[in-house]
């Protein structure tokens, strides 16, 4: 079911809960390692560049992973994870702030924060890499316009990945000043995975940005797919975390981020 705004009901549900929560307290400032010099020494590695990450649950997957997020994080970089995502989500997605320092502390990799950020305040509760901005989201009334929370993040020394769905969003992206774009495959009307939005969206993207397909990625030709339609990385969460399983996360980051190099 849709809502007015016509976004899918766990979406609402989501929106809802991020709407409550506070910032932190004092104002976060953060010497963040860089995303583009990850994914640069990954592909002089030879190595696709991926965002392994970490979530624990989500409103779509099959289960819950309770492994010890540390671990697997750990194991993500062991398979040749380029950087990490881990969700900060508490009432959907099983992440916590927490979890993330605890992650950062134990990498060297960047990682990025993965939540629903809708005011300046919400910066202020956790150190990280990178932090996400969902264009869609920001244009609705109550919360922080995306110029605003771009500069804002900047300040405090984050990176900013901005996700869009349309090239309408890629357009809007650019034109408030993002350098790191995310195309998530994902549409948040109906939660489902279309393949095809990446590269439609992604034309809309001048040279200079570093691009990056979200959502939905699974094998070898979909890395190929994303790949070929302009993709310098892939964030990939489920196919890596295998909610409903207890396979081996390396693996399932290794055979990613090899996506090339195998024949
Ligand atoms: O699990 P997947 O299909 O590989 O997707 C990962 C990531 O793209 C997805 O978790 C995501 C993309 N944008 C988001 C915004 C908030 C929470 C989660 C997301």
Redesign the pocket.
């Known amino acids: 079911m849709e809502s007015d705004a016509g976004l899918a009901q766990e979406v609402e549900s989501?929106l809802a809960a991020a709407r409550e929560r506070g910032g932190g307290g004092d104002r976060v400032a953060v010497e963040a390692r860089s995303l583009t010099d990850a994914f640069e020494a990954a592909a002089a590695d030879g190595c696709v560049p991926i965002i392994a990450?970490v979530?624990p649950t989500?409103p779509?997957?099959d289960g819950e992973r309770t492994d010890d997020p540390v671990e697997l994080a750990e194991q993500m970089v062991a398979g040749g994870a380029a950087a990490l995502?881990v969700?900060t989500?508490p009432d959907h997605?099983g992440g916590s702030a927490e979890t993330l320092a605890r992650v950062r502390a134990a990498v060297d990799v960047p990682v990025l924060r993965?939540?629903?950020v809708l005011h300046e305040a919400q910066l202020d509760v956790v150190e990280a890499d990178v932090v996400?901005l969902?264009v869609r989201f920001l244009d609705e009334d109550g919360t922080d316009d995306l110029e605003t929370l771009l500069s804002a993040a900047r300040e405090r020394g984050f990176q900013v990945l901005v996700?869009a769905h349309t090239a309408d969003e890629v357009r809007r992206a650019v034109d408030a000043g993002a350098d790191v774009v995310?195309v998530?495959?994902?549409d948040?009307a109906k939660l489902e995975?279309d393949l095809e939005t990446f590269p439609r969206a992604a034309e809309a993207a001048p040279e200079s940005v570093t691009l990056i397909a979200?959502?939905?990625?699974?094998t070898a030709d979909d890395v190929a797919r994303m790949r070929a339609a302009g993709a310098d990385a892939l964030?990939?969460?489920?196919?890596?975390?295998d909610h409903g399983g207890d396979s081996d996360v390396a693996e399932n980051t290794r055979r990613l981020t090899d996506a090339e190099t195998q024949t």
């Open positions: 989501i990450e979530k989500s779509t997957a995502s969700l989500e997605f993965k939540d629903f996400l969902i996700e995310g998530n495959n994902r948040l995975v979200e959502s939905g990625i699974g964030l990939v969460g489920s196919a890596i975390m």
